[in-house]
């Protein structure tokens, strides 16, 4: 039988920013969109009560294999691209909210 705590933790990466900063991201959405597979990540957040007066930011990044067979998380260099997938993502996440308030912070009704 299996714990369903192993089942319900969240799959973790470490982003490095730009200027060498490290943040660990919750992933939550993978998508397969002509052929290229995307990952929607969420700053990983240990107490979720943090997050009721915040808005949470999206990280959409590509997804492309190394030689040696690893999984590589690439930015996506098209802006229109960008917008498109995050757009698609953000569609899929609000199919999956299952509240009614307009105001709530687990979907994206208010943008």
Not at 1 to 22: H, I, K, Q, R
Not at 53 to 73: F, H, I, R
Not at 82 to 107: G, M, Q, S, T, V
Request: proline share 4%; with cysteine.
């Amino acid at each position: 039988m299996e714990n369903d705590d192993v089942m319900d933790a969240p799959e973790l990466y470490t982003l490095v920013s730009e200027d060498g900063e490290e943040k660990l991201f919750e992933l939550i959405d993978v998508m397969e969109e002509e052929g290229k597979v995307y990952f929607a990540l969420i700053p990983h957040i240990e107490n979720p009560e943090e997050l009721l007066d915040g808005e949470v930011e999206l990280v959409v990044l590509s997804v492309t294999t190394a030689e040696d067979g690893s999984e590589v998380l690439e930015p996506i260099e098209s802006d229109e691209e960008y917008e498109r997938i995050a757009n698609l993502f953000l569609e899929r996440l609000d199919e999956d909210c299952e509240c009614d308030d307009e105001d709530c912070d687990c979907c994206h009704h208010h943008e």
